[in-house]
C-alpha cells in the first residue's frame, strides 16, 4: 500500500500551552533568555488569535490525515536531550518498542508503535545506505506529542517515531534527510499497511543560541512557497547553512517528508508566526 | 577539557529529579561528584546560562541551570519535555 497522507507541523511548547496562565509562565523564562523578545510579547487576546489559528491550521492537517484512514503515523521529529545525550547521538533513529509513552504539562501520552514497521524501515536503509540506530525504548516529548495531541488525540492508530538529529553538530544534510524519506516511501510502497507520515518542528527560531527570539519569515514565507509550488526536491539542494542561518534547523524534519513525497505540492500551508520565539508553520500534502 | 561533564550536569539536572534535589540543597557537594573545571564551578555557581554556553555548555542544556533560580524552580517549563 502507498503512503496515504504526509503532514508537516511546528511543535513549538506555546501551541499547546493555554493562553493566559500557562503561555505567560512558560515565557518568562524565555524573555530572560531573549529579552528583545520581551518587548514584543503578544497580548492575551493574540495569544488566544494564534491560538485558534493553529488550532484551525490543524484541524485541515486531521481531516486529511482522517480521510487517508492510514494504518500507522510515522512521527519524524527530532530529539532534545529528552532520549538521548553526548554519549550517544544518532543521526537517524527508528524506534523499535512495543509502545511508546509521554507528557506534557497535564496532558499525558501514550500510543502503540509500529515496529514491524519500524524495523523493516531499519532493514531497507541497511541494504541501502543507510544505518540507522534504533532502540527498544524512547520517551515522547514536545516534539512529538504537541502535534499528536490535536492530530492523533485518540490512540486509534500506531505510531513510529523515527529522529533526526537536527540539534547538536554536526547534524545531517538536506539531502540525505531527503533521501531517508525517499527510503521511507519505497519501504511504504512495499507494505500492506496504508501508511501516513508527519515531520513536526520549526519553523524558523533560535533556541539556545545567542539570535534566540529572532524569527526569520522570510526565509519561512519562501519555504512554505516552494511547497505549495510542488518543489520539493530543490530544497534537497540547500546547503545546511542556509538552513541554520534561518533558525530552520528543524526542518530537516519536514526535508524527510520531502523525499517521500517527492515533487507533490503542498495543498495546504499555514504559517503564524508568535512574534517572540517561533514561525509556526504547518503543511498537508494530497497524496 | 571536553565540556562533556558540564553537559552531563545540566543534563542531570532537568532529567534526574534526584540530583535536582541535591543540587538544590547542596550545588557545591553536587557538582563536586562531576569532573568539572573551576571555571565551570563557577559559572554554573553564578547560574548564568551565557556564560556556560561560552564554556561549551549546549545551548539549550546551559538553559537547564535555571531551574536553580528562585525565580524559575516552578516554571512550567520543567514540567515538559
Redesign the interface.
Given at each position: 500500500m502507498p503512503l496515504v497522507a504526509a503532514l508537516a507541523a511546528s511543535h513549538a511548547p506555546n501551541i499547546l500551552l493555554e493562553p493566559g496562565a500557562e503561555w505567560e509562565d512558560f515565557m518568562k523564562l524565555h524573555y530572560r533568555m531573549a529579552p528583545q523578545a520581551a518587548s514584543s510579547k503578544p497580548s492575551l487576546e493574540t495569544q488566544q488569535r494564534l491560538r485558534q489559528e493553529a488550532e484551525k491550521a490543524f484541524a485541515v492537517l486531521r481531516s486529511d490525515l482522517e480521510k487517508s484512514m492510514p494504518d500507522v503515523l510515522v512521527v519524524v521529529a527530532n530529539d532534545q536531550f529528552v532520549n538521548f545525550f553526548f554519549n550517544h547521538i544518532p543521526t537517524f533513529f527508528v524506534t523499535l518498542a512495543d509502545e511508546v509513552k509521554g507528557q506534557f504539562t497535564r496532558h499525558r501520552f501514550h500510543y502503540r508503535n509500529h515496529k514491524e514497521l519500524g524495523r523493516a524501515i531499519l532493514k531497507a536503509g541497511l541494504e541501502k545506505g543507510i544505518d540507522f540506530s534504533y532502540g527498544e525504548h524512547i520517551e515522547l516529548q514536545h516534539t512529538q506529542v504537541v502535534p499528536l495531541y490535536f492530530l492523533l488525540p485518540e490512540p486509534k492508530i500506531p505510531i513510529l517515531p523515527i529522529y533526526v538529529n537536527t540539534w547538536v553538530e554536526p547534524i545531517p544534510t538536506p539531502r540525505r534527510c531527503y533521501r531517508v524519506g525517499e527510503l521511507i516511501r519505497e519501504v511504504a510502497d512495499q507494505r500492506k499497511e496504508r501508511v501516513a507520515i508527519l515531520a513536526t518542528g520549526g519553523l524558523s527560531h533560535f533556541p539556545g543560541s545567542p539570535r534566540i527570539g529572532e524569527i526569520d519569515t522570510q526565509f519561512d514565507h519562501k519555504l512554505l512557497e516552494i511547497l505549495r509550488e510542488g518543489k520539493g526536491s530543490e530544497l534537497a539542494g540547500y546547503s545546511l547553512e542556509q538552513l541554520l542561518q534561518a533558525g530552520d534547523s528543524e526542518f530537516l524534519n519536514w526535508m524527510v517528508v520531502l523525499g517521500a513525497v517527492g515533487d507533490a505540492r503542498a495543498a495546504s500551508t499555514f504559517y503564524m508566526p508568535d512574534h517572540v520565539a517561533t514561525g509556526w508553520g504547518f503543511a498537508s500534502w494530497k497524496i | 577539557m571536553s565540556s562533556?561533564h558540564l553537559?552531563?550536569f545540566l543534563?542531570d539536572l532537568?532529567?534526574n529529579e534526584q540530583i535536582y534535589q541535591r543540587a538544590l540543597s547542596n550545588l557545591k557537594d553536587e557538582i563536586s561528584q562531576y569532573d568539572l573545571t573551576p571555571e565551570e564551578q563557577g559559572a554554573l555557581a553564578a547560574g548564568d546560562?551565557r556564560r556556560l554556553?561560552q564554556l561549551g555548555a549546549?545551548?539549550?542544556?546551559?538553559?537547564y541551570i535555571?531551574r536553580l533560580n528562585p525565580e524559575?524552580r516552578t516554571?512550567?517549563?520543567w514540567?515538559?519535555?
Open positions: - | 562533556y553537559n552531563r543534563f532537568k532529567m546560562p554556553r549546549h545551548g539549550m542544556l546551559s538553559l535555571m524559575f516554571n512550567i517549563y514540567s515538559q519535555k
